[in-house]
């Protein structure tokens, strides 16, 4: 039986877009167009034919924002506002819907690899500021099963002030997605923003309660610091503390789920033309991986590539994600996880996380044969 990925974790954006991007610069490594046929051409190891021998075949991707230029507010003399981040909206409903401009970067045969859409979104703003965001929002997406793919929302706190996540309209924010049944990605970073952003998160994450809380699905293993030497970890400070919070996250919330991303901007950079030892980063991660198993279990582990970014360390397009695949492939079979979990872990915890089961149970034995032929 073929088993679905769902990539749970892609960033898309057409070459006329990239001047509305906070990181982009001439000479940004990812300053290029990256949309649906350039994602096909890094996973295009993977069949997206569920008919195929191999057991696994990707069914889609879920999206998440890009970090456009946006402010929470939606005026002001010097404030972008959300034009760039709705305009990102309405990128992604003509992927959705098939109907791309001249130029982009996909065409009608790919729609239905676009399986979920998080973008950004004024959560420091309340409850307020994200009723009126949303609203325009959905005017953008067109069509009911467009603004259906709208899942969640993502606020990068990785790059902000020490606080924003305790600031109440923040927490009131999230309470408001969770009422109205949308998620929220998380995105912070151990490495290079420090852990004090972990451990505001977990404070966040209290404030909130259980009265109908927002389901977190939280980025990249929190980019915990993946350059520690091999034989430091066990007893490195860093890692103990980081250890400490992802048990904490676990904890707090049944409703919380990780995402198994993200690793390859934290690890040293791999080579480009000679393949690296999978088994090697394999055993480099698993004092990390080992932690988030053991507290968020299979159950709550979602797969994602972080494409394109995971092409920056990962040897570029044309083998960091496939590379990533075998790095996951390998710390699940050291787990000794059973193919139920693995397949949980490819796709069905994105699935019940995300609220996909609608609409990707009524797709998901569809078979996408123009684009294998193509690719």
């Not at 877009?17 to 490594?29: F, Q």
């Not at 703003?125 to 969640?152: C, D, F, N």
């Not at 480099?284 to 932690?291: E, I, K, L």
């Amino acid at each position: 039986m073929s088993a679905p990925i769902v990539d749970s974790h892609i960033h898309l954006f057409p070459a006329s877009h990239l001047p509305t991007l906070t990181w982009y610069e001439p000479g940004n490594p990812l300053g290029a167009q990256h949309s649906v046929d350039e994602y096909r051409r890094a996973s295009s190891a993977i069949s997206t034919r569920s008919d195929t021998t191999d057991r696994k075949f990707l069914r889609g991707f879920i999206f998440l924002e890009t970090d456009r230029l946006s402010s929470v507010k939606n005026n002001g003399p010097h404030s972008p506002g959300w034009q760039h981040a709705l305009d990102e909206v309405s990128f992604l409903t003509r992927i959705a819907l098939g109907e791309p401009v001249l130029g982009e970067g996909h065409d009608a045969t790919q729609k239905d690899l676009c399986l979920g859409i998080i973008p950004w979104a004024p959560v420091p703003g309340g409850p307020k500021a994200l009723a009126s965001y949303m609203a325009q929002a959905k005017e953008r997406t067109k069509t009911e099963s467009v603004w259906h793919k709208v899942r969640g929302v993502r606020y990068l706190v990785q790059d902000k002030p020490s606080g924003v996540m305790l600031q109440p309209l923040f927490v009131e924010g999230l309470r408001w997605l969770g009422q109205q049944g949308f998620t929220f990605d998380l995105g912070v970073d151990a490495r290079q923003g420090g852990l004090h952003q972990l451990r505001e998160a977990v404070e966040m994450m209290k404030q909130l309660g259980d009265q109908r809380p927002v389901t977190i699905i939280i980025n990249h293993m929190c980019k915990p610091n993946l350059r520690i030497a091999p034989q430091d970890v066990s007893s490195h400070p860093e890692f103990l503390e980081w250890s400490k919070l992802i048990r904490q996250m676990a904890e707090v919330s049944p409703t919380t789920y990780m995402k198994l991303s993200g690793a390859f901007s934290e690890l040293p950079p791999l080579p480009v033309d000679n393949d690296p030892d999978i088994d090697d980063l394999v055993e480099r991660v698993q004092p990390w991986t080992d932690v988030v198993f053991d507290s968020f279990g299979p159950e709550r582990i979602m797969f994602g590539s972080d494409w394109p970014v995971c092409n920056i360390g990962g040897g570029g397009n044309a083998v960091s994600w496939t590379r990533w695949t075998q790095v996951v492939e390998g710390i699940m079979k050291r787990r000794g996880l059973s193919q139920t979990q693995k397949e949980g872990v490819w796709g069905g915890v994105a699935v019940k996380a995300y609220g996909l089961n609608s609409s990707f149970c009524n797709t998901s034995r569809q078979i996408v044969h123009s684009i294998s032929q193509r690719l």
